[in-house]
């Protein structure tokens, strides 16, 4: 069973800057990160495969940066120039094998338990 923990959140101004992290029980080689605001579905934000390539939904592009840390365990997320619509709950997830990353939520299997965001404007 992998297990993970999610930190970073907070409150913020638009325009401010944030990072969230992300640490698995275990390495996996495929790692993302999902938001879901009050009444919305749940949005692919970023991923990241184990050889370090990403992809980012186009609303985040050139504001937010997935990385990971030395362990493939780690990930993190910088935000920055938030804007009030970037407010949601954001949740780290990994998938259980397997190296074949997209912003799909059908294809992760565990999931962290969440983390605020809140960006004022």
């Known amino acids: 069973q992998v297990q993970l923990v999610e930190s970073g959140g907070g409150s913020v101004q638009a325009g401010g800057s944030l990072r969230l992290s992300c640490v698995a029980s275990?390495?996996?080689?495929?790692m993302a990160w999902f938001r879901q605001a009050p009444g919305k579905e749940r949005e692919g934000v970023a991923y990241?495969?184990?050889?370090?390539?990403?992809g980012y939904v186009d609303s985040v592009k050139g504001r937010f940066t997935v990385s990971r840390g030395n362990a493939k365990k780690t990930v993190y997320l910088q935000m920055n120039s938030l804007k009030p619509e970037d407010t949601a709950m954001y949740y780290c997830?990994?998938?259980?094998?397997?190296?074949?990353?997209?912003?799909?939520?059908?294809?992760?299997?565990?999931w962290g338990q969440g983390t605020q965001v809140t960006v004022s404007s």
């Open positions: 275990v390495d996996r080689y495929c």
């Open positions: 997830a990994a998938r259980g094998e397997g190296d074949y990353c997209q912003l799909n939520p059908r294809i992760f299997d565990y």
């Open positions: 990241i495969t184990d050889g370090g390539s990403t």
